[in-house]
């Protein structure tokens, strides 16, 4: 294994996933940090834990564990994964995740660099953006767990890590490597170790990997990883996949603007879940019949307004209402799988990851693109998910999904 990778969630790590795939490396996802040892031809392993939100003190230890798993595989140069939109609170979890990564490397200089120009995040002169707005305008204020309310990289790092944060800068950046090297040196010797890296295209993002050939550890988005498998001798083995047939289900979490867009946009049958509903004792089982009785792809969501997450979190509390609906959602999967469905659909990460880790596959092999940024994806012989992060995805995501789950590439 060449390069190690771990994601703070399993949404964003197949999205890493499938860019380096594209880029021509054979990419295998492990869902937690595997107990034995990798196929020996996997040139790149994706560690996808469910850290975003916990505790940070847990979330640095499960991490430092997935490095130490990913450094025994032979990796020579590290990646954290975290969101495009780069989801954190005061407290962390990336600036103390990544520390203490960078701490056990020994690396000097680490940038931090959410930036996916093909799905509209950039970052220039340190503040990210959504498309033509920043980030505290583009819905993100809304997100019930990490409200991102400050788009200056710079001030949302900095309460998270030791000493002062640094800049490079766009014209920096499209002077090439070279100057981006100079960049970074300059910043250490000034006692910036950690860096928000700035990059509003494509280009930016390989001019990054080049300058970032040998360096132990950096931090970012899936775009970051772009320029990074022409650093290193390929087998040129990626891209291998067969389409999955059979019954299939979508459900959603997520209560982004993109993905209640793509709820409405839904023309099978549908079903609403509301928090009140799981706290009330709706099962699972009962949902599950309901979808599996569908002669069309069925959704469950409870893809709600922002007022009415706030409403049931000031009834019922935050981490109670997120807990129940990731538990009922963790449940109706395995319903479903149980009940013969072989292609499942997950909007949100949160949600994502409380259906894989229910599943519980040892390993995701990286599929086809459905939209940019999500893959299709195997998790057994008879069974093909598909996770997308709240913020991805066309208006008809469910839609295609499906189909691309059915076909060979």
Known sequence: MLLGCIGDDFTGSSDLGNTLVKQGMRTVQYVGVPDGPADPE?????????????????????SLAALEWLRAQGCTQFLFKYCS????????????????LADKLGAQSVI?????????????MGHLFVGDRLLSESGMENHPLTPMTDPDL????????????????????????????AALEAEAVAGRRFVIADAIRDGDLMAWGKALAGVPLLTGGSGIAMGLPGNFTLSGKAGRWRGQGGPVAALSGSCSNATRGQVAAHEGPSREVTAEQVLGGLAAQEVADWALAQDRMPLVYSSAEPDTVRAAQEAHGREKVAAALEGFFAQLAKALVAGGVTRLISAGGETSGAVVEALAPDALEIGPEIDPGVPVMR???????????????????????????????
């Open 154 to 181: 710079r001030r949302v790092l900095a309460p998270q890590v030791s000493g002062e944060v640094g800049h490079v800068a766009a014209p920096t950046v499209w002077e090439g490597p070279d100057e981006i090297r």
């Open 42 to 62: 996997v040139e790149a392993g994706v560690v996808a834990l469910k850290s975003r939100s916990i505790p940070v003190e847990e979330a640095v230890a499960q």
């Open 379 to 409: 998790a057994g012989e008879d069974l093909v998910l598909a996770l997308k992060s709240g913020n991805f995805g066309a208006e008809d995501f469910f839609a295609k999904a499906a189909r691309v789950m059915e076909h060979d590439a």
């Open 85 to 100: 939109t780069f989801d954190s609170t005061a407290q962390g979890n990336i600036g103390p995740v990544a520390e203490a």
């Open 112 to 124: 931090f660099c959410p930036a996916f120009p093909t799905t509209g995040r950039t970052i220039y």
